[in-house]
């Protein structure tokens, strides 16, 4: 793992902006993994920007996001399809039919998995993974405890994430109790992996990441089988002051 040090969330939203940049104008059809959340807010805004400054298109991308929660559609204002359009899809020229989101709402959930991991073979896999950590290490929501052979599953949410994610909705009450996930199987067949780390609070799981023993009680620690992660992590995070 190569571990990119820089000062704080904007520095490392400007480094991811500059990888997927390169990624995105140097192959023909690009295929994009995308996570949710705060930390890669700004890394969206600063891609827009770019499409605005016309030094980048994106109608040539393919995207499939991580995970979306069961039960909320792509209305629903705390639905990661939702996220997804409203910070990212809907303000650069990439085809809607070609952002992938699964689709919590469907009446098959299982059978969504599925389909969800043969659109990812279809394309020929994903070339870029980005990545958030969660405080307990789940990555996409691969809660501590997933086989690292899990591909595209429906997972019951542990109760800190739903707390952790508890401030995006008016009480934790509300936040769903299950997602769909891409698996970390499916995570791991990405040729590239970003990994985006930031903020003081994620400093013990990003310690416990880079030193920490490779097992399933700790999702992140699988990203040490793969040979081409690179994690880019603000001072915050690292520990610096
Ligand atoms: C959420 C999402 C993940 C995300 C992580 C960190 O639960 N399912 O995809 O990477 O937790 O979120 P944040 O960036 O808001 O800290």
Do not use: W
Request: glycine content about 8%.
């Amino acid at each position: 793992m190569n571990l990119v040090k820089v000062k704080n969330h904007e520095e490392m939203s400007e480094n991811a902006c500059r990888i997927i940049m390169n990624k995105v104008s140097s192959l023909s059809s690009p295929v994009l993994g995308l996570a949710t959340g705060s930390t890669p807010e700004r890394l969206y805004e600063l891609l827009i920007k770019e499409y605005e400054r016309k030094s980048i298109t994106f109608s040539h991308v393919t995207t499939f996001n991580l995970d979306e929660y069961v039960g909320l559609g792509e209305t629903h204002s705390n639905s990661y399809r939702y996220f997804m359009d409203h910070h990212l899809f809907k303000k650069i020229d990439i085809p809607k039919s070609r952002t992938h989101v699964p689709n919590g709402t469907g009446g098959d959930l299982k059978r969504e998995c599925h389909y969800y991991e043969e659109l990812i073979e279809n394309v020929g896999g994903i070339d870029l993974q980005i990545l958030g950590l969660g405080l307990n290490g789940h990555i996409g929501f691969n809660e501590p405890g997933t086989p690292f052979s899990a591909k595209t599953h429906i997972v019951d949410l542990d109760f800190s994430t739903r707390k952790a994610n508890a401030r995006f909705f008016r009480s934790v009450k509300e936040v769903p109790t299950q997602a769909i996930t891409m698996g970390i199987e499916t995570i791991l067949r990405s040729k590239q992996i970003l990994l985006l780390v930031s903020g003081e609070q994620k400093s013990e799981a990003l310690q416990r990441l880079l030193d920490g023993e490779v097992s399933e009680e700790f999702p992140a620690s699988v990203l040490r089988n793969h040979p081409n992660v690179t994690i880019i992590a603000d001072a915050a995070a690292v520990g610096m002051p």
